[in-house]
């Protein structure tokens, strides 16, 4: 029997609810916060994807970014509050795909909590810049993907797949899902 005809192994598939999708979405964030933070666009079906930087995962799951008032990001937002994000949290392993809502504020004692003076390349008035506004995004949904034994030991299992002709499969994955 030829390899194409061979049959794969299914992946392991563990599904994540109330606090393990938390904790999930947490740590994939403590190894990258940067991620896609895609909105549905303006012009025509597009789909407006940029780069993002969480700025705080918070105890129920929710993540916080700062961005500017007057953005096509905010614009998008506030047509249709349906945001999707995408990590990827090392090379090959600890990717992330969340749905959920965001929802736009100026509120100031969050500005405060979550500015550091990196943050200064974007509002260059400061923490106080008018221009500031936080985004709460609050995950309804979502999927992960990662390898279960750590890169190493996926990396170990590829060689030797690759060496022996047979998958030795070492990923998980599985749904995410959050109370609304």
Not at 38 to 59: H, K, L, N, W, Y
Not at 155 to 168: E, Q, S, Y
Request: with cysteine.
């Amino acid at each position: 029997m030829d390899s194409i005809n061979q049959q794969q192994p299914e992946q392991n598939r563990e599904d994540l609810q109330a606090a393990d999708a938390i904790a999930r979405i947490r740590e994939v964030v403590d190894k990258n916060a940067s991620c896609f933070f895609c909105t549905a666009s303006r012009v025509g079906d597009a789909i407006a994807a940029r780069p993002m930087s969480v700025q705080q995962a918070d105890e129920r799951g929710h993540l916080w970014f700062l961005s500017v008032s007057d953005s096509h990001k905010n614009a998008e937002i506030a047509a249709d509050p349906q945001v999707t994000l995408y990590f990827q949290a090392s090379k090959h392993s600890d990717f992330l795909q969340l749905r959920g809502r965001a929802t736009i504020s100026t509120d100031q004692a969050k500005i405060k909590e979550l500015w550091s003076a990196p943050i200064k390349t974007w509002f260059t008035g400061g923490v106080d810049d008018p221009r500031i506004t936080v985004i709460e995004f609050a995950p309804t949904d979502g999927y992960y993907w990662d390898n279960q034994h750590g890169d190493a030991v996926a990396g170990l299992k590829i060689l030797i797949g690759a060496a022996i002709g047979k998958t030795l499969d070492d990923s998980i994955e599985g749904r995410i899902r959050l109370p609304s």
